[in-house]
C-alpha cells in the first residue's frame, strides 16, 4: 500500500504570491522593530551613563566645597574668637582701671579726712565709666557655633545619603535596563527562530502537493501516503516572519543529495509493498501460498473483519513500543509539542485530530479485509478512489477547483479502476476469498481515507506533523483496543485458535517493524529530496506491491487488472507532477 501521492487541489497563483508578499513585509517590519528597540536601549543607556557620571562629578564637587566651607568656618571662627578675646581684655582693662581709681580715690579722701585736710574739690567716683562684658557671652556663642557645625554636619550627611541613594537606584535601573535589553534580544530571537521553524513547514507545505504531515505518518497508513491540501483561508494562520525555508526544493538541492533521497524514497516504497505482501501471507488462503516457488507457508488468520481488528491491534503493540522514541529522535520537542496540545483546551483541533485518526483506523482495518480477499495489488489499486473524493471533498469544502490536468487524471483514476476491478468479478478470487467484500471494502477504505485527509488538512500548521503522527497512532491503538472489546457478531468477532498465538505475535513484530522501518526511510527522503519527488516515488506503490506479491508467492493477475493498475499510477503521477511543476513556478 506505498502510495505517496495525493493530489493537491488548491492551486491559486494569485493567493501564494500575496502571501509571500505579506511574509517579506511582516519579517521587515519585525527586523525594523528590533533595530528600533535595540538603538533606543543603547541610547538610554548612553544617556544614563553620562547622567551617572556628571552626577559623580556633582558629588565630589559637593564635597570639594563642603570641606572648603568647614575650613572656612574654622578659620572664622578663630578670627572672631581673636577678636573677642582682645575686646574682653580691652573691657577688662576698662574695669580693673575702673576700680583701680575709685580706691585711689577713697583712700585718698580717707587719708585727707585724718589728717585735717580737705580737698576742695574731691574727685567723684566713676569718673571714667567703663562698659561690662555681657554674662556668659562665650558660652553662648560656642553653642551657637556647635549647633550651627551640628545643623551643616546632619545636612551634608543627609545630601550624601540621598546621593549615594540615587547613585545605587540609578545603577540598579540601568542593570535593570540591560538585563530587559538581553531578555527582549533573546525573545526576538526566540521569536525569529519559533517563526522560521514554522516557516519551514510552511514552505514544505507549499513546495509539496502533498502534505508534509501526511507524508510523515504515511508508514501508518501501509503505502498509502495522504495528500495534503493546502491550508484554507479559514484555518490558515497569519505568517509572521518570512525567511528562507529550512526544506529548500529539490532543484536547489546537491544532486548526491536529491539522489540519495530518491534512493530512500524508492526504498521506503520496497518496505510498504512487502508489507502488504506480508499481510497478504499472515491472512489464510484455500492452499497454502508458496514462498519464492521454495516451500509452502500456511497463513495465521482467517479473513474477516474482528481479525483484521487483530491484527492491526497487534501491530501496533510494536509500533507503540518503539514509535516513542523514533519520534524523539526525529524531532526532540515532541514530547514539548504534545504536552502544548493536552495543555491547550482546543478542543476544534483535538476533535480533528481524533476524527482523522478514527477514520484512518477505518481505513486501515478496510484494507486489510481486502487484501485478505483478493490480489494486495489490485485492493491498493481500487483504494486509489480517495484522490477523487479528496479533491471532489475541498471542491466542495473549501472552494479548490481542480485544474484541467487535474480533471483528466480523475478520468483517468476511474476509468483504471474500473479496468482493475472488472476482472475480479469476472473469475473467482485466488485462494478463496469474496471478491464482492473485497472491492467492497477496498472503496470503502479509500472513501475513510479520504476523510482522514480533509480532516489532516484542516489541522494542518496547527501541529508539528511527527507529534500529530505519535497522537494519531496512539488514538488508532485505542480505538482497536476498545473495538475489540466491544461484543460483535459471530461473522464479525475474531476467530482465533488457540496455537496460532505465536504466529500471530511473530506477525505483528514483522509489519510493525517494517511499518517503522519504512516511516523512517520515507522521513529522511523527505529531508534529502523534497516532498514532492518522494511523493512522485510513491506512485510506484500498487506496482510495487503487485511485482513482489508475484515474485514471493506468485500472485498473478489479469492483463485487464495490470492495465487498469498502470492506468491508475500514471493518472495520480500526472496530478503530482502538475502541483510540483506549479510549485516550482511560483517559487521561481
Known sequence: MAQRNVYSSKDDPGDAQSAEEVLQSVIQELDTLHQNVKGQLNQDITRLQSEKNHLIDDIEGLREQYRKLQSQQMESLSGRYIQQQQLWLKQLAQVLAHNLQDLLVQRFNELSANSGHSLSSPIPSGEFPLPMPPSNYEERASELLAALDDRIDRSFQMLEQDLSSYESELSMRLNNMKT?????????QNLVNRIREELAEEEEYLDNPFDAQDSY?????NSIRPQVLERTPADAPLPALPQPSAAPSAAAKAASQVQAGLILALSSAVVLSLFNVCLRILIKSRNPRMIFGLFELEGVVSR??????LILLMRLIVVMTLMPVLATFLYPNVWKDIRRLFQSGDRALWGKVLGSAFFLFLSQVLIYLAIGNIPAGIAITIFFIYPIIT??????????????????????ITLGLILAGWPSF????????NVGVGVTAALASGITFAGYVLLTQMAAGKLHPIPFSLVNFAAIFVFSSLS?????????????DQNVWPGLIAGGVVLGVLTLFSYLLNNFAIR???????????????????????LIINEKLQPVAILGMIVVTLSVAA????????TQKKAG
Open 391 to 412: 479533491v471532489l471533498g475541498s471542491w466542495l469544502l473549501f472552494k479548490a477547483r481542480p485544474s484541467t490536468i487535474g480533471f483528466l487524471a480523475i478520468g483517468g
Open 575 to 582: 496530478m503530482s507532477v502538475e502541483r510540483m511543476v506549479a
Open 528 to 550: 534529502y529530496a523534497g516532498a514532492a519527488l518522494a511523493s512522485v516515488i510513491g506512485t510506484l506503490g500498487p506496482a510495487m506491491t503487485a511485482l513482489f506479491g508475484f
Open 304 to 309: 474477516g473483519f474482528g481479525n483484521s481488528l
Open 484 to 496: 475489540l472489546w466491544v461484543p460483535l457478531s459471530e461473522n464479525l468477532a475474531p476467530q482465533i
Open 426 to 433: 469476472a473469475a473467482p478470487a485466488p485462494g478463496g476469498g
Open 217 to 221: 505518518i504515511e508508514a501508518s497508513t
Open 180 to 188: 530587559l535589553e538581553l531578555q527582549g534580544e533573546e525573545l526576538l
